[in-house]
Each structure stands twice: as structure tokens, then as C-alpha cells.
């Protein structure tokens, strides 16, 4: 029985994990807003990765360059002129097209005018607006949303390398927001104009890159199972000749490999993570169009070098997305009792422990329970919730995924000081000591 | 001897904390990267910020809206109409100034001409972009840079109450970029035409918004306070009648209190946040706009109400600022011995520890150091540095505001298998087993 994306959605909304953007308009654009529960997911997400690829890496220093950046930089990097879908308009309806979607000899599918297309254009997918008051005749004053993350981390590589003092080969990551006006975005969170990235650029020397590259698919692959995701889901993809993009294409390139997911609402395993070799275009390309030196003093060789670069770019919302859809359980718990578990790695789980009071309207008992979630507050994410019986309110916590449920009782209060702690997954129950469960927890969530 | 921001300026560009943004173009629009050290203090300003309005409270959840939202909203937020200065041109060289900034009766600051200025013209500060292939004559497929997060949050009332079943008082809170085409930025990351928000909108019946004002403001202005902030660096300045905002001036308002700072390089404090009282300004406003139906409906009185909102709204960019700003000490630390050091708090410091080998060709002690780097690394930010001496090391260290060195030497693999933890305010040593210096500081961080 494979999921729908509609199942998906619907979870997600009535969860509070993603609600469509501006929803009380009707909606805009194919956005999604992140919700309360959503927003703590994607955080993980986004936690581990950095945590993954900076932290734990000496060879690694993380940036957050700005969206707005110099208009030269998108010439420099192909995106002016190429980064671009060919569309046809329907002369009758006006109705536009992406050209390789239509059969340009059948009639318009708005309007059914027939022979009505106009020869394909090509569309620029880069958001554009102006800055400041005065629009100059130079264009320079032109800013595109940034289509891609990683221009930001290449044109700052000589600060970076520079302040961090890093030798080859070393990498700098950086996760924020890229934009692409795209024709046909659809598949929920998966394909959106507006979009959230996890980039690595990792320099080296030219004879190491295919020795590298293999170590970040590798890497990289690794990445996602060590949080639990199913290893029968994911799948490694080189490009074809003919899809690569024109960074990869040069023989200096070792091509690029894609993380594939296969999402049970789509037919094919699609893309969570390229790792490209994009050997020194990018390098080379600012060089060149901003007059500057940019290269790197090898002290082994006594000259200077353009590295070239292997690109580990991920989707931050396809990722939470992946990890939201390998977790989903159903399971008959009893004959004819279902329940629906989000099975995260504790990790990822947007809830790490929620401590439940038997009885609300008891003193006592809130009492200790709104201690233990404070005490537990301050080292992960906890929360208080009287809003249901305990046994619906497991049940809730089963679906929004949270390893621990922490119950308070008259026994707590009135016989042994100590809570009853339910695992998730198991759904088994122990007793421990009020004075021992933040240990057990923070040691049973490792994290 | 103030602080000059010329030497804020150099020391977060040779640290690698900020950097002009597109520097080897030339730089655009006063925006601005941060580094290596940059990103991680940014991340710490944010993550502590989260863990105080929403992971240690049960009356907050958090949320993340896109940048991209239906038009509309900011028609029903009052931006179309209101969001803009007055600008006139000089017609002899169309150079543009601010109404309120140049004397319209004298000649133009450009090119000298006299009595050459326009009328003023209200220019809108959002930045506009166009989505999807199709122009739409509606308008529909405008978009704007969102001018704030706020209205990202209000439009998403409904789905956060309902899926978290909050009860009144409850807010919601966000981080999030947002975008102004500011005539004139300036002050280095304090006032910039991108930059990151961290704002709250905390819901209550009417009759509770003065109490709950007031306590929000002591609440944020506590939160600086707690994380090293000097205070007499900080004060609240409620504002004048004839400065708040158009949400803010009706009767039903209690105004709003801004958090400043007295940065060294600015005459006068300058705003952190503001707590402002919208009243039901904006909840009312999308209702009408939106044409649904926005309340709450309160069990106690059985009734639906719109709420009233207070809410407090911080800059990322400009606290971070101030917690540099404020942690940057220069000492004597013996006669004619300079050092300059950032008194970050532990939580803010982009860098926990250090761990350092002596001697960086001696493979024992780099293997020590490595290991001890590693295992630290699992648990807070670490780094290895082995690309000095220790002195100039340490110095290092002092000025990016790492709270503790660890040194591994000869004594640690031949005699003691101890190393020298180093404490960067008091400069003091003390000889740590090894087994037990994770813990001796983890435990002095208290993070």
C-alpha cells in the first residue's frame, strides 16, 4: 500500500510539519510555509549536516554569503546566458509552455487553437528586481535572487582560504536560500521556486579531484543512512553524457553522481544531492570576468594554483522531505488498532521527549511534570502537553515522531518518585527515578 | 580611546568574521558575508535565541514562512501604500536623494545645480520580482521581497493554533530573512538592505496586553543581559507618539519600546529590537483582505475574539553586531604587551575550544591532539590549530574569543598523559588528565 503525496500533504498540514504559503490567499506560487513542527525538523536536518560536513571536519569552515550579490557574478558563472528554459506562447490564448513539454505541431492544450505556437524563447529562471532608488544604464544596479548558493562560496574563496589559513584540499559549506522560477514546480516540497540549499565547494589539486570526488559520493551517501534512512530507498546515479551541466562536461571533469530517493509518489527515483566535479571552471571564470588573481600558493610546489573543486549541493527541503517520507509507519498495533509512527532517528525527531501529567487538574502532579520538562528543556527539545487522555496523547506523539513520552502519575506523587518512560518504536514502558530520567533520556537520545 | 568602526570592520574581515560581499567586484549594495568565525557566531546568536522564546517555554511554538507570499499580503499589512520615503530627483544630472535628507531650496549635493529638485515622490522600500513565465494583468504574479517575517506569521495563525492547540496567551516565533531597498544603508551590518529578523508575535485577549508588553520587553531586554552583554551599553526607549508605526497609534495600542545599544562609532543607541503593541491590527486587517475568517475562539468566555498581539522584533545582523562590539577588549597584559581579545559568552563564542600540539611534527602528540580534537568536536565547536607557535597561537585564539585552549606537549605522551587547558579571560593554566578534560570543559562551558 505506497503512499501518496496526498497522504503526505495532509499529514503534514494537520501535524503542523508544512502548510501551503500564504494559504488564506489561495495559495501562491507552488511556496510552503514551515510549521511548528516542521520548522524543528528541518533545523535537524540542517544541525546534522552541519554538524557532518563543518564540526566534525578539520578540512571544512562554513559562510553565509547574501542573497543579493553583484549582477557580473551571474555572467561569470553561465547563468545569464544559459541557465534558461525554451518556451513557446500560444498566439491565440497567450497561453506559454515549456517547449519540450508540448507537441509544438498539436493544438494548444489552453485553448485548442491548432499551428498557434510561436517559436520557442528561451526563459531566464533567475528572479530579477533592481537596487536602490535609480535604475543605471549599466545594468549595475540589477540584482538577481541567487539561483545556486555556491557562486557565494567561490567568489569569498580567497577570504576564506585566506582568514582560515586552510592548505589544500579544504572545503567551505554553506546552507541558505536560492530561488529559481521555475515553469512547472510541483511534487509538494520537492521542486519550489523558492528553496532552501546545503553546498560544499571542496578545493584540491587537480590529480586528487577523481580520488575526492569518489570519497564525497561516498561520503555523502553515507550521510543519509547514518540518520536512518532506508537503505533500499536510496540510490546512486552518474549523469549521462548529455545531462551534464556545462561545468561538467569538460574532460577535466569526472562528471556528476546524483543521491537519488525513490519517493512513493513519484515513478522514478529523483534527485536529493548532485556531487559534481566541476574542476576549475568556477575559478577561473571570476578570474577572469572580475580582473582579480584568484588562485591558491602551493607550498609543496612553490607556485600558485587554480584548484579545482568537487561539489557535494543538497536540498535542505528535499532531504527533511526524504526523511519525513522514510519515517512514516502504519502499523496494526493490535488486531483492528492502527497506529501511524514517524520512525525519526532521535536526531531528527522535531520533539525529543514530551512529558505527559495523568491528570491535569491535579496540583501535584503538573507540578512535577512541568519541572521535568523544564529541566529537560534545557538540553533538548521537550515539550508539556495535557490536552488529551494519555493514551490519545501517545498516539499523537507516535505521529509526530517522538522517541520518549514521559508520563507523570498519582505513584510519581503519592508512592515511588519515579516516571513511567515509553519508547516509540517498542512502545514499552519502564519505570525510572524522577532523579535519574534526564540521564536516561539525553543517554538513550545520544544527541 | 573608542572603538572605531574601521577597526571592527578590518578585525571581522582579517578574522574572518564578515566581508564585503562581492568584494572582488568591487562590493554591491551594502551587503555583506559572513566568514568562517561569522557564520558560527551568527548561528550562536540565533540557536540561543530559539532555545530562550521557543524551546524553553510552553507558550511558544516556532515557524518558518517563505520570502516569497501572494501580493496581497502586503496590500493588507499597509506596505503598498505606506512602506516607502519621499525622494526628488535633480532634473539637471537625475541624481536621486531622500526629501528629508537634502534642502530643497539649496543647490543639488551632486551636481550643484539650484533650484532643481522634483517634487517629492514616494518611493515603496519593497524589492519586486515577477513569478512564473506570464505576466498576469491582476498583479497576481508580483511578488515582493518580504519587508519583514511579522506578516509570514500572522497569515499562518490559524494553521499554528490550530495544530498546536495553543490557548491564549501563546506566540509564534521566526527567523527568517527579509529585504529593504534602504536609500541609505550604512554602519557597516547594522543597517543593510538584506538582513536576517528574529521576531515574535505573541498572542493575548486585549485586556492582558499591557502586562504582557511590559513583561516582553523586560523578558528581551534580560536575554542580552544573559549573554554577556554590558549593561550600560544597553537601554529602553519607548517612542515618541509622532515615530510609531501606523499599527501602533491607535489608542488601543501601548506603543512600542525599542531595546538600543551605544555602539562606539554612533552618536546616539541605536535599535536591537523593538516591542511594539499591534493591537488587532494586522489579524483584523487579513480577515478583511483574505475574506476568511481569522479568531480565536476562547473556551472561557465562549466566544470567538481577534487577539491582540505584542511583539517583539530583533535583528540577527545588528545583535551580532553588538555582541562583537561589546565582547572586543584590548589589555595590557604586562608592561608594553598588548593583546586584543573578544570576551565572548561561552554560548556566543564561535570557536569552544582550541586544541593545540606543541610540537607539530611529532607524531605522538599529533595524535593526541587529534583525537582529543575529534572527541571534543562530537560534543561542542572545536578546532585544531598547529600553524603557529603556542604564544602566537594563544593570541589567536584570544582575538576570535575562544574560551579555553588545549595544549597537548611532550609532558602529555611521555610523563603525565595530562594536557594544559588554558583559560582565555584570566589566562590562567591548569594541568588536566587527559580522560577527564572533556568533561572539565563541557562543564566549564555549560552549553
Redesign the interface.
Known sequence: MALKMEDIVSLC????FV?Q?????????S??????????L??NVKDAW?QSVV??R?DM??????????P??WEASGHVATFSDP?VDCKKC???FRADHVDVSAPCPNCGAKDSFTEPRN?NLM????????DKEDGS?I?Y?RPETAQ?IF??F???QN???KKLPFG?A?IG?A?R?E?TPGNFTFRT??FEQMEIEYFCRAEDAPRLHQEWIQARYEWYLSLGMKKENLSLRPHEKDELAHYAQSEASTGTTDIEYQFPFMSEPAELEGIANRADFDLSQ?AK??G?K?AYFDPERNEHIVPYVIEPSAGADRATLAFLVDAYHEEEVKPGDMRTVLKFHPKLAPIKVAVLPLAKNKPPIVEVA?RV??QL??KT??Q?DD?AAIGKLYRRQDEIGTPFCITVDFDTVEKDNAVTVRDRDTMLQERVALDQVEKYVLDKLDV
Open positions: 498540514k494537520r501535524r503542523g502548510f504559503s500564504s494559504e488564506i490567499y489561495g495559495g501562491f506560487a511556496c510552503w510555509d514551515y510549521g511548528p513542527l516542521g520548522v524543528e528541518k533545523r552541519w564540526r566534525e578539520d569552515v562554513g559562510l553565509d554569503s547574501s542573497i543579493l550579490m553583484h557580473k557574478i518556451l497567450n497561453a506559454r526563459f528572479f530579477k528586481t533592481s537596487v536602490g532608488p535609480v544596479n540584482a535572487l557565494g567568489v569569498n580567497l577570504n576564506a582568514t582560515s589559513r567551505i554553506q536560500k530561488f522560477n515553469i521556486r523558492e571570476h570576468f572580475s582579480q584568484i512541568k520538562k523544564a528543556a534545557k527539545m521537550a508539556y490536552t
